[in-house]
């Protein structure tokens, strides 16, 4: 069985402060690793996703996320973070039967501080 | 305009009603899927379809149905809606390939009271 932790609930960052937000996965087989991001009142929006390759995956927004095999992690991250990005932010693996559907964590809430 | 987009927004409703959430996308994608939104529970798959007319149930789909006619249209129907059934509820559309990724509506704010 396949499942997704978000350790955190709330991360505070200040503006221009590196940030990261944490997730740690169980799979079976090879991981295929996404993370999402939802503003107040919309749906989620793609940031990005490891399926293979570098273990630095970029995405959209100035985002980028590091795939540790080894720990089980796929933070995220982001050099310099804007009072724009804060959100909602959720981690999420493929579930590796069926539609192939994703599993979510529950989400950590980043709050950028001006 | 292109996309998934969902109908009602928000919804309010009485316990015991009958109540059908809308999801359509213009993409075409053969896979759909709803999911509830539930403060620490993250998203929860309730439905998904592979194609139209293949539906299969998720994690929480006791109390709820789904139809697929159409590629396109794929509602949800809360038979008998409960209290426990007040949620957010995403539908979400991706392509058979090997993406992955799912594209997300704007979601139903559904309160059973």
């Known amino acids: 069985a396949q499942s997704v932790a978000q350790p955190e609930d709330q991360v505070n960052v200040a503006e221009g402060n590196p940030l990261t937000v944490k997730c740690t996965y169980s799979?079976?087989?090879?991981?295929?690793l996404f993370w999402y991001v939802q503003y107040p009142n919309r749906g989620l929006q793609f940031l990005l996703k490891?399926?293979?390759?570098?273990?630095l995956v970029k995405g959209s927004y100035g985002f980028e996320a590091e795939f540790n095999k080894s720990q089980t992690s796929f933070h995220l991250k982001k050099p310099s973070a804007l009072v724009s990005d804060s959100a909602l932010y959720f981690c999420a693996v493929r579930d590796s039967a069926g539609a192939n559907n994703l599993f979510f964590g529950t989400g950590t809430r980043l709050t950028v501080i001006p | 305009d292109a996309g998934i987009t969902q109908s009602p927004r928000y919804k309010i409703t009485e316990t015991g009603r009958q109540v059908t959430l809308m999801c359509h996308q213009t993409?075409?994608?053969?896979?759909m899927f709803w999911y509830r939104q539930d403060l620490g529970h993250g998203l929860r798959l309730i439905y998904y379809s592979a194609a139209a007319d293949i539906t299969d149930k998720g994690e929480v789909s006791d109390g709820y149905v789904v139809s697929r006619s159409k590629t396109e249209n794929f509602p949800l129907t809360l038979e008998s809606a409960t209290r426990s059934q007040t949620s957010v509820y995403f539908c979400?559309?991706?392509?058979?390939?090997?993406?992955?990724?799912?594209?997300f509506g704007p979601g139903t704010r559904l309160t059973v009271t």
């Open positions: 979400a559309s991706r392509t058979s390939g090997v993406n992955y990724e799912q594209y």
């Open positions: 490891y399926i293979t390759g570098d273990n």
């Open positions: 993409w075409s994608h053969s896979y």
């Open positions: 799979v079976s087989g090879n991981p295929y």
